[in-house]
């Protein structure tokens, strides 16, 4: 698994000796961090970009969500955030800052030799409640000045999501089956938003959106709920408990789902789509929305792979991972997997999830490379033996980008890593046979054949090579003209933000929703947030990179 055609730039960590700094013994955090706020919101209330560039680092970050942008930006160096508050400050007018006096606030040093002094805000906008983070690093002189800001659209004034006391409170007595029957069949009316695909990420887009209250409908392939985590092979004993319980949050949340049903196609409409869905009894509707999103997993998984010469004389089985279903299928027999990948963090002491997920997001992705490469050491220093047995079988270990592990590759190709969760140690132990060295030439009737002549018998061949292009799916519904004005899916832009999800896809109306369960349960707020924004016309002038 090369990384060779990808490369992230390696920005300096604001190491202490770096910044000729000490951290003092009797350092009071909050003092320091409660006078930096005060500059910090009398210059921003005041519009006055230059006074806070004056309370940021030469090299420093700020990143934000929507907040100040209504797009997703990082800004690296202070010239760029300068122009940028230049450029914001007006039109986005921030004002009513408060600094949380909490736990959070105060002195981290994640490193013996890295320390800053973290604190949480709130604020508002023109026409958003936000959230923000900043870091702020010593130099040599005992002055402290923001390393990374991080700025957050957390909701709109005046549109709250319906929850707790904002619940509807209405008695509806023996109503509630006929009510939520039409409802869900959107019988007098089309839905505002469509969502194509029923997993985590669609789900979670619904319920954000059914508690800002626009109209959604989720249509699903699969027969139920969860039949795609459901479906998938036997030994991921996890999925079917993760698969009932997205069942019973769609259930428990009331949300709009048609199972068992497809869109067929989409068609533009002025500043709507006309949108054909093919349903599980064999009839048909049709709907006018103003929005498409887009939840149909990371890759085209279609089950695809690279055609090779020989392939029709196989008289084994050919597939692709992610139509295996169990080992079973396969005892007896030969089998080859071609590709070595892997087809989330949790701790029972970490972060409340919000809390988590946004310290998670407020680290840019390319100050994160060094952080990274660290890490990746530390746990390379932990694994040697079993790295030393997997090289000694000749597998190909690397240690990621530039070594930073396996978390760019995630971000930059969704794939070229390995999670393990036992086979590198039967590999080390020769239990898995490897091939390596050699590129695949061709099949064989009995097997593969490889450019330096060998040969390897085989019965059944599996290929384990990605799941394709994302923009599969938006092709198969909006078709190949409209997918030309998509941006692409995935990997990082040159600011280090992801290119084409949870935001502006270069095409009116379409959105892309996907991740893990973390990203989703994050990133569909913004999602919702920005089309509650555009139906309630409050929604600014998105602030976009030009690259």
């Known amino acids: 698994m090369t990384t060779d055609n990808f490369s992230l730039p390696e920005p300096p960590l604001p190491t202490l000796q770096r910044l000729n700094a000490t951290i003092p013994a009797d350092l009071d955090a909050k003092a320091i961090a409660k006078a930096w706020f005060a500059a910090f919101t009398r210059s921003v209330e005041a519009g006055d970009s230059q006074g806070v560039a004056k309370l940021i680092v030469n090299d420093g970050y700020w990143r934000d969500m929507l907040a100040l942008t209504w797009d997703f930006r990082t800004f690296s160096g202070l010239p760029k955030i300068t ?11 921030p004002t009513a800052f408060a600094l949380r006096d909490d736990a959070y606030l105060g002195l981290q040093q994640p490193y013996p030799d890295i320390a800053w002094i973290n604190l949480f805000f709130d604020f508002e906008t023109s026409t958003g409640i936000a959230f923000g983070i900043a870091r702020l690093i010593p130099d040599a002189k005992g002055e402290w000045k923001a390393h990374t800001i991080y700025t957050n659209l957390e909701d709109l004034k005046g549109f709250p999501e319906k929850i707790g006391t904002l619940r509807d409170a209405s008695v509806n007595h023996g109503k509630w089956v006929d009510n939520r029957k039409k409802e869900v069949e959107f019988v007098d009316k089309s839905p505002v938003v469509l969502i194509v695909g029923g997993g985590q990420s669609g789900l979670e887009v619904a319920a ?12 699903e392939k699969n027969q139920r709920i969860g039949d795609n985590w459901r479906n998938r092979y036997d030994a991921l004993c996890l999925h079917d408990p993760l698969a009932n319980w997205l069942e019973n949050y769609a259930e428990a949340l009331e949300l709009n789902v048609w199972t068992s049903s497809t869109v067929v196609n989409a068609t533009q409409n002025g500043d709507s789509w006309n949108v054909r869905i093919s349903r599980g009894d064999g009839s048909e509707r049709t709907f006018t929305v103003k929005h498409i999103v887009f939840a149909t997993g990371l890759g085209s998984n279609d089950g695809t792979f690279s055609e090779y010469p020989g392939m029709d004389s196989f008289k084994g089985q050919i597939l692709h991972s992610s139509r295996h279903k169990s080992a079973e299928d396969h005892l007896g027999k030969k089998v080859v997997v071609i590709g070595a990948c892997t087809s989330g963090v949790y701790s029972e002491d970490g972060l409340p999830t919000d809390i988590a997920d946004r310290v998670t997001a407020s680290f840019p992705h390319h100050f994160n490379v060094g952080l990274a490469q660290r890490s990746t050491k530390a746990v390379a220093d932990l694994d040697k033996d079993l790295l030393d047995a997997l090289r ?11 070594g930073t592990g396996f978390g760019p590759l995630a971000w930059m190709k969704a794939g070229g890593y390995y999670l393990d969760t036992g086979a590198s140690q039967l590999i080390a132990d020769g239990k898995i046979k490897l091939k390596t060295g050699s590129l695949l030439e ?11 002549g060998s040969e390897l018998p085989a019965d059944v061949v599996v290929f384990a090579t990605g799941l394709g292009d994302s923009r599969a799916h938006i092709r198969k519904v909006v078709g190949e003209e409209v997918l030309k004005g998509v941006n692409p899916i995935w990997g990082f832009n040159p600011e280090g933000e992801l290119n084409g999800v949870w935001r502006d896809m270069g095409v009116k109306g379409l959105w892309s929703m996907l991740g893990n369960l973390a990203l989703c349960r994050f990133h569909s707020k913004h999602i919702s947030l920005q089309i509650k924004a555009i139906e309630e016309g409050v929604f600014g002038e998105r602030y976009s990179a030009k690259f």
Do not use: C, M, W
């Not at 122009?83 to 914001?88: C, E, I, P, Y």
């Open 208 to 219: 954000r959106l059914k508690a800002l209250d626009v109209p959604t409908l989720v249509v």
């Open 392 to 402: 000694a079988r000749g597998f190909k270990v690397n240690s990621g980008i530039q």
């Open 442 to 452: 061709s099949f064989t009737e009995t097997g593969l054949k490889f450019e330096d």
């Open 83 to 93: 122009q940028f508050l230049a450029d914001r400050l007006g039109s986005a007018r």
